[in-house]
């Protein structure tokens, strides 16, 4: 009778009982330290934060002089500025802004004189200027887990004080070669004899899957022989693949080896070539864990098969790996790209598919921000002699990840919150190939780029100077026929963060007069509550020295604050608490997530919504600090 297979499993199916099985067996990655430098294409253990901001201190980006912009006002044509050598420096791109400066104004407009100089147009404060924290701010999390550590990201990690990194350790894979008729590599063979090339091919793969191949003696076929190799390589390896001998032939004894030393969980996949593959497990007896155990069939292209569909998994559990990277590919740009006539120009951006199209998100285009090439997902390039692209126009995009990767991303796009790294970090951990990439737009841009199409989701926390209410009014007002749906998120408080021991003694709006503040860019949340109190109170906000002076993020103004380049500014708990800064308590606001409707379908947000709802996420915003959950991930009624 002839042999009969323990099983004939569908490919899909073998490959979900094979993972599940090491799964529910215990099988995990493990772990290492090594130093950054060190690290280009290994991939994180965990979320990597900067331990200082980048750039740590306000850099002048130009040539030029240094100097009080309230000096240069009023200069024109008409009516120049001259300026006492006294009261500027000469500054080069780079060089620390001196102390009393806010502004850099470029060589090219400047007209020296003997002891002074001329300026024909007034200067803007913090003009040519790299704030402190404009790139990366102190706390802010560069990458989160089971991500690939690129050369831009090295440059990152390193702006920002990380010298060490804990990153996947490269499992060792054990690869035994069998049967009588094999010989080492030669350039002359004798009749007869098969050149054993297959563990050169499967090293291969594995060192490009970021594994550390091991090669053993090519195992005779006997039971004895094959098990003593196989428990050599058990004891030494993160996992093992026996090569050959896999079917049933006189001489096939790997199916028996495997069961003597562990479980067969599958014998016989419904492929054709590569059906003779084995799947099991053994638990090591130094390590106690499980080990992974595959055995292939002789025939070098029915082992590529199996490796790359059956194995690679395997492989990519262990490593943390996911993704290929791909070539080209059009989309649509989400935003007005202008661009200069006289070069060619290169665009970072992050793109998802969005209602069944593909958006490009730009990125920040400074050619000093190193952080837009870790979050990047392509290159848009516009050639020589055009103008840039209108919203909606197609593009052309050098892919950087994955086009599969990419259609899995979950978009997000308005105001950010660092619960949102925490999101994005803790789906990672569940689910591997989960992605989420987030533009900081402010509350007013998220809404706008839900209702356009390109986005899944919008962070809002818009006050209603009428009624009080946060975000529903707007929802109204931008969605009177619906199409959306407003996902509870978190209660947080929004306050005035100051120096520690709160030197100036700031305990109200109110205080801000006469202290120099940091607003954030108008169409935020927090720019409108700000405004909204300041109503209340009838502060006149012309009456605040620094209230022009815009950044985009709460960490870039916490960045400033800590730096002591300003004394104060509104944000919320978390950062001031990551920043080592006081607290002054002002606000209770409500943050939400607006959603697409048919977005909710989606298995990405779905994933979202149970990680708002878990016990991992209120761990992590309890450690953040400052925030307060109700019903997160509920639907609020609003139409």
């Not at 004189?113 to 704030?131: C, K, M």
């Not at 016989?268 to 292939?296: D, E, F, H, N, Y």
């Not at 708990?573 to 943050?591: H, N, R, T």
Request: aromatic residues 6%; negative net charge.
């Amino acid at each position: 009778m002839p042999y009969q297979y323990l099983t004939n499993l569908p490919l899909e199916e073998a490959r979900e009982k094979y993972i599940a099985a090491l799964l529910a067996r215990g099988l995990k990655r493990d772990m290492e330290t090594i130093p950054t430098v060190d690290a280009l294409n290994r991939i994180s253990a965990e979320a990597i934060y900067a331990r200082i901001s980048a750039p740590h201190y306000n850099a002048c980006a130009m040539d030029g002089v240094a100097l009080e912009s309230r000096l240069t006002f009023g200069a024109s044509e008409r009516t120049p500025v001259h300026i006492k050598s006294s009261d500027y420096t000469w500054v080069n791109t780079g060089d620390q802004l001196p102390a009393g400066c806010d502004a850099v104004v470029m060589v090219e407009d400047v007209i020296e004189g003997n002891d002074f100089i001329t300026l024909y147009s007034a200067a803007v404060p913090w003009e040519h200027i790299r704030q402190i924290g404009e790139d990366i701010s102190a706390g802010d999390m560069i990458i989160p887990s089971f991500t690939e550590i690129t050369p831009a990201t090295i440059g990152a990690l390193l702006a920002c004080g990380v010298l060490q990194v804990n990153v996947v350790a490269k499992p060792v894979i054990g690869l035994i070669p069998t049967g009588d008729e094999l010989v080492p590599i030669t350039d002359s063979p004798i009749s007869g004899s098969i050149i054993e090339f297959n563990t050169s091919i499967f090293s291969a793969m594995l060192t490009q899957w970021g594994c550390t191949p091991r090669k053993y003696p090519i195992a005779k076929d006997t039971l004895l022989t094959i098990k003593s190799a196989l428990e050599t390589a058990l004891a030494e390896c993160d996992a093992v693949v026996l090569i050959a001998g896999s079917s049933a032939g006189k001489k096939d004894y790997a199916v028996s080896a495997m069961q003597e030393l562990g479980e067969v969980i599958a014998h016989g996949i419904a492929i054709r070539p590569g059906k003779p593959a084995i799947l099991a497990a053994a638990i090591s007896t130094q390590k106690k864990i499980v080990i992974p155990m595959l055995g292939l069939p002789g025939y070098p292209v029915s082992g590529m098969l199996v490796m790359e569909q059956l194995f690679k998994p395997v492989v990519d559990l262990l490593t943390g790996r996911t993704g290929v990277q791909s070539d080209h590919c059009q989309v649509e740009v989400s935003r007005r790209l202008t661009s200069s006539l006289k070069y060619r120009e290169y665009i970072r951006a992050t793109l998802g598919r969005v209602r069944g199209k593909l958006v490009a998100v730009p990125l920040n285009r400074g050619a000093g921000v190193v952080s837009s090439m870790v979050k990047a997902d392509g290159i848009i390039e516009v050639p020589q002699n055009v103008e840039g692209y209108e919203p909606g126009e197609l593009v052309n995009v050098r892919l950087l990840r994955s086009m599969e990767e990419i259609e899995r991303s979950l978009v997000i796009t308005g105001s950010h919150d660092p619960l949102l790294d925490e999101i994005a970090d803790i789906m990672k951990h569940l689910w591997p190939d989960s992605r989420i990439t987030s533009s900081h737009v402010g509350s007013m841009g998220g809404i706008l780029a839900v209702k356009r199409g390109e986005a899944h989701l919008g962070g809002v926390h818009l006050l209603d100077e009428a009624s009080g209410v946060y975000n529903i009014p707007y929802l109204r007002r931008f969605f009177p026929d619906g199409g959306v749906v407003l996902i509870e998120c978190v209660q947080r408080m929004q306050g005035l963060m100051v120096r520690p021991g709160n030197p100036l003694r700031i305990k109200r709006l109110s205080d801000l007069v006469g202290a120099s503040y940091v607003n954030r860019q108008k169409g935020s949340g927090t720019r409108i509550l700000l405004d909204y109190l300041l109503k209340q109170e009838g502060i006149d906000p012309s009456g605040i020295s620094g209230y022009a002076r815009e950044e985009y993020t709460h960490s870039s103004v916490a960045a400033s604050i800590a730096a002591g380049t300003a004394d104060t500014g509104l944000g919320i708990y978390s950062v001031a608490k990551a920043f080592g800064l006081d607290f002054v308590p002002i606000y209770q606001e409500q943050y939400d997530l607006l959603v697409l409707e048919d977005a909710l379908q989606l298995d990405a947000l779905q994933k979202l919504l149970d990680v708002m709802r878990s016990e991992a996420f209120a761990e992590r915003l309890a450690k953040l600090g400052g925030y307060k959950l109700d019903k997160p991930g509920e639907t609020r009624a609003w139409n």
